[in-house]
C-alpha cells in the first residue's frame, strides 16, 4: 500500500503556524464552490512567498480546511513561492508537488500525500550542433525498465524510477548519452546528442523487449535514415526509393523504373508522404529518380505489412518521409553537383534561435547536352528539332517556437518535370513535296504545402494540428502538322491537336493527439478531414477548325472534376502487458463520401510483440486495411499519365487482409536477423479489361466512363523474407532475400483462371556492403538479383476463318495472361567516396559505377519478323547500360 | 578551366549517350508452329472444321497461309468414335475445310483430334446446348422516316421483344443475328440493359444472361434497316436466335474486342486481347450452338 512508509502527522503544531507567520500570506478569495465534502475541484486564489513545501501546504489545508497528511522527511527543505488564481485545489497541489518524486491523493476527506515510485519526464530530443529535433531516438530509463521513442515532431515522455533517474538516448548516427533527470525541471525536458561520425548505429538496451532499432519493438519498420550512405548512388543521387528496393518485401521494375511492388501489391497501393502530406506520384524522369533530395530528408520509415493504424488509405506500405527543419543555431550552406543534377541548400535561425528556415532546390543540368545531342543526331538523319528533358524542385521549411510547448511549421514542396520534343521533316522528290511538323510537350509535378502546430497540452499529452495541400498534374500537349504537294494543282494540308490533362488535388485538416497515461500505455488518436478533386483525365483533339484550339483547352481546365470527402479517425494503444509481452491494438476508420455512393472502412489492426529470450523475439500481426483510390494503369508502371480515380458504386475500395508473423533476433550489438512470413489477400483490385482503350477522343470531356473499361477482381501473395544485418563497425551492409508467390484473378481476364502478377518474382535477392577504409576513404557497393518479371507474349499469329469460310483478321497467338518469364535480372554498383573536413566547412567527392559488368537487362520486348529468313524474332532492349558518374559536395 | 568545362560536358555527353543507348538482343520464344482449330457447329448440320497453322509473328500475310489437306481429323460422340472427317477443297470463294458426312445432334458431347504432320496433335471438346423451349416475337414498334438525302428510301427502326423460355441452369448464352432483304440490318442494338457486345466478324449480338431462378428472358431489340417502297414488298425481316455453348461465347466476344480494339487504333492505345482458346495443343475454337429463326411481320 502507498502508505506503509509513511509517518502520520494527523496535527500540525502551533510552533509552525507562528513560524507561518513571519511570511506573507494573502488569501484573496474562496471559491463560491468549495463546500463542505473538500471537493479538489473547487478554485481557490492562493499565494505564499518564501515559505518551505511543509508550511506553504500547511496554508493550503488551513485555506480549504481540508487535513493533509503527510511524512516530514519526504518534502525538500528548500524555500519556494507559489502564486495561483481561480485554480483549482488538485492543479495547485501538482503543481506544488512537481519535481519532488510526491503524490497526493484524496481518501476519506483528506490529502494524503506519499513519495512517488515514479514520476513523469517529458520533452525533446535535439541535435546539439543544429537543434533539429530526432524522430525515433530512443529513450530508455534503465530503473524502471521502459523505454519509448521520439515522435515525429522529436517528442518523448517517459514514466521515470525515482531510484535510477538517468535517462539513456540513443539514435542512429549520434553519440549515445546518459542524462541524470533527478535535479532538472521535468516539463520540456530537450535532451540533446552529438552526431558521431564513426556511426555507432545500434544501442541495444538492457531492457529485453526494447530495441532501440525499430518501433519500440512493436512494427517491423525499416528506418532507412543511417542506410543511405551505404549504398551506391545511380547518377550520384542518393535516392530512397531506390534504396527501399534492397529490402525485403520489395521489387520494381527494370532500373528502378515503375514503381515499388510491396508483397505482391500494385503500384498505386503504397502511402507516400512529405511530411505527412499524401505524394501521388513521388518520381522524376519515369522512376529513374525520387522527388526525394538526400539533402533535405531527416527520415525515412517504411513500413510492409505490420501498419500502426495512425497510417491508412494505401494497402500495401508506408513511406514515411520527414525532411529536416533547419539549423536553428547558424547559418549552413551547402551544395552539390553530380551527373544528373545541381544542387544547394541553405538553412539558419529565425528569431535568435526560436525558430529556423531551411530552403533547398535541385535541377537537372541535362537538357542543354541533350538539345544539342539531339539536334545533331536530327540534322544527320536529315531532319530537324531536338527533344530535351529536364526536372527541378525546391523545398522551403520554416518554424518558430512560440513558447516551450508550442511550435509552429510552414512547409512547400514544388516540383516538375518537363519534356519537349520538335521534329520537322522536309522531303521533295521528282515534285513531291511532303513536310511535316511535330511538336511535343509534357509536364508533369507536384505541389506540397502544409502548416502544422504542436502544442504540448501536458507533460503526457501531445498534440499536433495540421493543414495540408497536395496536388500531381499531368498535361501533354502535341501539335502536328502535314503537308504534300504533288508538285501540280494537288496539295492536302492536315493539322491535328491534342492536349491531355489530369490532376488530383487533396486538401486537408488534421488533429493528432499522442497519451502517454502511465508506463503500461502509449495512446494515439486523431480525425482528419479530407477533400479530394480527381479530373481522372480529359483528352482534346482537334483536325478541323469548328473550334479554337484554345477554346477547347478552357472548357477542359474549367471542367469540374470529381469531388470526393473524406473523414478519417483512428486510435491506438501501445500496451506492455508484461515486460516480454506487448501489443499494438488499434483501428483506423474512414468515412468515404463519393458522389455516388458513400462507404465507411473499418482497418482493425493488432500486433503483438513477445520476447522469447534475449535474443529472440517473436512478432504476430494482422492487419485490415482499405483504399478508396484506384490507379487507371495501362502499364502498372506508375507512370505520369496514369490516372487516379476514387470509388465508386461500382468500382468498391480496394482492401486487404495482412498476416505476418516475424521471428527477431538480435545476434551481439552490430548483428541482427530478421525472418518474416506473411499472407496477404486483395480484394477489388482493378485491371483494364481486354480491348480497353486507354484514351477517349473528342471535344468534350469523356474520360469519366473508366468505370466500363476495367474489370474487378483479386489478388493473393505470400512469402518468407529474410533479412542479415551488420550494423556496426568497419564493415556494415546487409543481405535481404525474398521468396514469394503472387497471383490475380479477374472473372473477365484469362478466362476467369487464376495467372500469375506481372511482378511475381520468385526470388529477389540484395546484398549491400560498405567499407570504412579510412576517416577519409570509403567504398560501397550491392548486387541485385530477382527473377524475371512476367509478360505476356504471342509467340505466332494466326488467321480467323469467318462461319462461312471467308478469311478473316489475325490475331495474335496470346498466350496465357502473364505466362511468359522474362529472364533474371542482376546488376553490380560501385562506389567509392572521399570526405574531407577543415575549417571552412567540408567537402566530399563520389565516383561510382551502375551496373559494373554491363548487363543487358531487358527493358520491353516487341515482335519482329524479317520476311527473307521467315524467321520470327523477339526484340528486347535494355535501358541503362555501363554508367560511370560521380558527384560533389560541399558544405559550409 | 575552358578545358575542364570541355571535359564535363563531354563526360556526359558520353555518359548520356550510354544511358539511353538502345541494346537489341534476342528473346527466346517457342518457335514451332501450331494448328489452327475453328469450327461452330449446331444440330442438324454436317460438321465444318476448318484447320491451318500459326504463323510467324509479324507474317500477317493471308498469301502465306496454309491449309493443309491430309490432316487426320477424327470426330468422337460422347466419347465414341464418330467418324474421320474428309476434306473438302475451297470453293465458291470459300477456305478447305474438313467434314463430317453425319449431321449433329444437340445434347452431345462432341470431341475433335487434328493431327497435321509436324505440328503437335490438337484436342477438343464442346457439348450442343439444348434447344430453346419456346421463343416469340413481338414488335412493339415500328418507326418509318423518310431518307433526306435518298429519295424514295425510308429508315425503318423496330422495336421487338423477344420472349425466351431457357430452362438451363447457370448462366446462359445467347448470339443474335438478323436480316431484312437479303442483307444485315444497319444496327441492331440491346435496349434492356443485357451484357452485351456488337461484334463485326460475324455480324450480330452476344448476350450473357445471369443465372436466375425464372426461366424466362425478354431480350429487347432494336433493329434498324432500309426499305424502298416503291421496288421492295414489305415482307418479313429475319431474326436467328443462337444459344450457344460458353466456348462458342467468350471465343466470339474476345474476337469482337479484338476488333473493336482495332478500329481503335490498333494495339498502341489499346490493351491487346487474349483470344479464348478451347484447343489442347493448338490455338482457335471448337463450340457449338442451336439456332432458332424467326420472321418478324411489320
Known sequence: ?892 | MRRCNYILGLAIVLTLTMMSCEHDFDVDVPRSTQNVVLANFTPDEPMKVYVSSTVPIGNVDSSSMKYPNNADVTLYANGAYEADLIYTPSHDGGLPYYRSSAKMSPGVTYDIEVHVIGNPISTSSNKIPKGLELVTTEVVSIKEEVDDEFEGLVNVTANILLNVEDNTTGESYFHLKGSAFESAFNEMSIVNGLDHLNILHEEGILIKMPDSNSSNTSIQLEVSFYHFPEFELRIPFEIEIRKCSRDYYLFHRSVGEQELSNFRDGLLSSQSVQIHNNIVDGVGNFSSYVASIHSVEW
Not at chain 1, 505482391?264 to 512529405?274: C, E, I, K, P, S
Not at chain 1, 517504411?302 to 547559418?331: A, L
Not at chain 1, 483533339?541 to 484554345?550: K, L, P, Y
Not at chain 1, 516487341?862 to 527473307?868: C, H, S, V
Open chain 1, 1 to 892: 500500500m502507498f502508505f506503509e512508509n509513511v509517518k502520520i502527522n494527523l496535527k500540525l503544531t502551533r510552533q509552525r503556524v507562528k513560524k507561518a507567520l513571519n511570511c506573507v500570506l494573502l488569501v484573496l478569495s474562496f471559491s463560491a464552490c468549495l463546500n463542505a465534502q473538500n471537493n479538489l475541484s473547487a478554485t481557490i486564489d492562493f499565494q505564499v512567498s518564501n515559505l518551505t513545501l511543509a508550511d506553504a501546504l500547511w496554508e493550503l489545508s488551513e485555506i480549504t480546511n481540508i487535513p493533509m497528511t503527510y511524512s516530514d522527511n519526504d518534502l525538500p527543505k528548500g524555500i519556494s513561492s507559489y502564486s495561483f488564481k481561480s485554480k483549482s485545489i488538485r492543479y495547485i497541489l501538482s503543481k506544488m508537488l512537481d519535481e519532488t518524486n510526491l503524490d497526493f491523493n484524496f481518501v476519506d476527506n483528506q490529502i494524503v500525500i506519499f513519495r512517488s515510485k515514479s514520476y513523469q519526464v517529458s520533452g525533446y530530443v535535439e541535435d546539439l550542433s543544429s537543434g533539429e529535433r530526432l524522430i525515433g531516438a530512443s529513450v530508455y530509463n534503465a530503473g524502471s525498465d521502459q523505454g519509448t521513442v521520439t515522435n515525429i515532431y522529436g517528442f518523448y515522455s517517459i514514466n521515470v524510477d525515482v531510484t535510477s533517474p538517468d535517462l539513456r538516448i540513443s539514435y542512429i548516427g549520434y553519440e549515445s548519452k546518459t542524462f541524470d533527470t533527478s535535479l532538472k525541471k521535468r516539463e520540456n525536458l530537450i535532451l540533446q546528442l552529438t552526431p558521431n561520425l564513426t556511426i555507432e548505429e545500434v544501442v541495444v538496451t538492457e531492457r529485453s523487449n526494447f530495441d532501440s532499432n525499430s518501433y519500440a519493438g512493436f512494427f517491423s519498420d525499416q528506418n532507412l535514415s543511417g542506410e543511405i550512405q551505404k549504398m551506391p548512388a545511380l547518377g550520384g543521387e542518393l535516392d530512397y526509393m531506390r534504396l527501399l528496393q534492397q529490402m525485403p518485401g520489395v521489387q520494381s521494375g527494370t532500373d528502378g523504373l515503375g514503381g515499388l511492388y510491396v508483397r505482391g501489391g500494385n503500384a498505386d497501393q503504397n502511402l507516400v508522404m512529405l511530411d505527412g502530406v499524401p505524394i501521388y506520384n513521388p518520381y522524376h524522369a519515369l522512376g529513374l529518380v525520387s522527388i526525394f533530395d538526400e539533402q533535405v530528408i531527416k527520415k525515412v520509415t517504411y513500413y510492409r505489412g505490420q501498419f500502426p493504424s495512425r497510417y491508412g488509405g494505401m494497402i500495401s506500405s508506408v513511406v514515411d518521409v520527414r525532411t529536416k527543419e533547419g539549423n536553428n543555431k547558424e547559418y549552413k550552406f551547402s551544395a552539390g553537383i553530380g551527373l544528373i543534377a545541381t544542387k544547394a541548400k541553405a538553412e539558419g535561425p529565425i528569431a535568435n534561435g526560436k525558430g529556423s528556415f531551411l530552403v533547398s532546390a535541385r535541377r537537372t543540368h541535362l537538357d542543354p547536352f541533350l538539345r544539342s545531342y539531339s539536334k545533331k543526331k536530327r540534322m544527320e538523319d536529315g531532319d530537324s528539332g531536338f527533344y530535351d528533358y529536364s526536372f527541378g524542385e525546391v523545398v522551403a521549411k520554416a518554424n518558430y517556437s512560440i513558447t516551450p510547448r508550442v511550435k509552429t511549421f510552414l512547409s512547400f514542396y514544388r516540383g516538375k518535370d518537363d519534356y519537349q520534343n520538335e521534329l520537322r521533316i522536309d522531303e521533295e522528290d521528282a515534285g513531291f513535296l511532303y513536310e511535316e511538323e511535330e511538336n511535343q510537350e509534357l509536364g508533369w509535378g507536384n505541389t506540397v504545402a502544409a502548416i502544422r502546430l504542436n502544442y504540448q497540452i501536458t507533460d503526457k499529452l501531445f498534440s499536433n494540428f495540421t493543414s495540408t495541400y497536395s496536388r500531381f498534374f499531368f498535361q501533354s500537349d502535341e501539335n502536328r502538322y502535314f503537308k504534300f504537294q504533288d508538285g501540280l494543282d494537288f496539295e492536302d494540308v492536315a493539322r491535328y491537336k491534342e492536349t491531355f490533362l489530369s490532376n488530383i488535388t487533396n486538401s486537408a485538416f488534421k488533429i493528432d493527439l499522442d497519451y502517454v497515461p502511465n508506463s503500461s500505455h502509449y495512446i494515439r488518436t486523431g480525425i482528419e478531414y479530407s477533400h479530394n478533386v480527381f479530373r481522372p483525365g480529359v483528352l482534346a483533339t482537334q483536325d478541323s477548325s469548328f473550334f479554337t484550339f484554345d477554346e477547347i483547352k478552357d472548357e477542359l481546365r474549367s471542367a469540374k472534376g470529381n469531388e470526393v470527402n473524406e473523414v478519417n479517425a483512428y486510435v491506438e494503444d501501445e500496451w506492455l502487458i508484461h515486460k516480454n509481452l506487448g501489443m499494438n491494438v488499434g483501428l483506423y476508420s474512414s468515412f468515404f463520401f463519393t458522389e455516388d455512393k458513400n462507404y465507411l472502412l473499418l482497418d482493425p489492426r493488432i500486433t503483438v510483440n513477445w520476447q522469447m529470450s534475449k535474443p529472440f523475439s517473436f512478432h504476430f500481426s494482422a492487419n485490415k486495411v482499405n483504399q478508396p483510390l484506384h490507379l487507371l494503369t495501362r502499364s502498372g508502371s506508375g507512370f505520369p499519365n496514369d490516372l487516379w480515380v476514387p470509388a465508386t458504386q461500382n468500382v468498391k475500395p480496394q482492401e486487404a487482409w495482412i498476416f505476418d508473423i516475424e521471428s527477431r533476433v538480435r545476434l551481439n550489438t552490430a548483428w541482427k536477423m530478421e525472418i518474416h512470413a506473411y499472407f496477404k489477400k486483395m480484394n477489388n483490385l482493378i485491371n483494364y479489361i481486354d480491348g480497353a482503350d486507354f484514351t477517349s477522343s473528342g471535344t468534350s470531356i469523356s474520360a469519366f466512363n473508366w468505370e466500363d473499361k476495367v474489370t474487378v477482381g483479386q489478388g493473393q501473395s505470400q512469402g518468407i523474407e529474410f533479412l542479415v544485418k551488420k550494423e556496426k563497425g568497419k564493415y556494415q551492409g546487409w543481405v535481404s532475400y525474398t521468396l514469394s508467390e503472387t497471383t490475380r484473378q479477374f472473372d473477365d481476364l484469362n478466362d476467369g483462371e487464376t495467372f500469375p502478377f506481372r511482378f511475381d518474382l520468385r526470388h529477389v535477392l540484395s546484398i549491400v556492403g560498405a567499407i570504412d577504409l579510412t576517416e577519409k576513404w570509403s567504398v560501397n557497393g550491392s548486387w541485385n538479383y530477382r527473377s524475371g518479371s512476367n509478360i505476356n507474349l504471342a509467340y505466332s499469329d494466326w488467321q480467323y476463318i469467318r462461319q462461312d469460310g471467308t478469311p478473316d483478321i489475325f490475331f495474335f497467338d496470346l498466350q496465357d495472361r502473364n505466362s511468359f518469364k522474362l529472364p533474371s535480372y542482376h546488376r553490380l554498383d560501385l562506389a567509392a567516396k572521399y570526405q574531407k573536413s577543415s575549417d571552412w566547412g567540408k567537402w566530399s567527392l563520389n565516383l561510382g559505377v551502375y551496373n559494373v559488368y554491363n548487363q543487358r537487362n531487358i527493358f520491353y520486348v516487341r515482335p519482329e519478323f524479317d520476311p527473307i529468313t521467315q524467321i520470327q524474332k523477339y526484340k528486347s532492349t535494355s535501358l541503362i547500360a555501363l554508367l560511370p558518374y560521380f558527384s560533389f559536395n560541399i558544405e559550409i
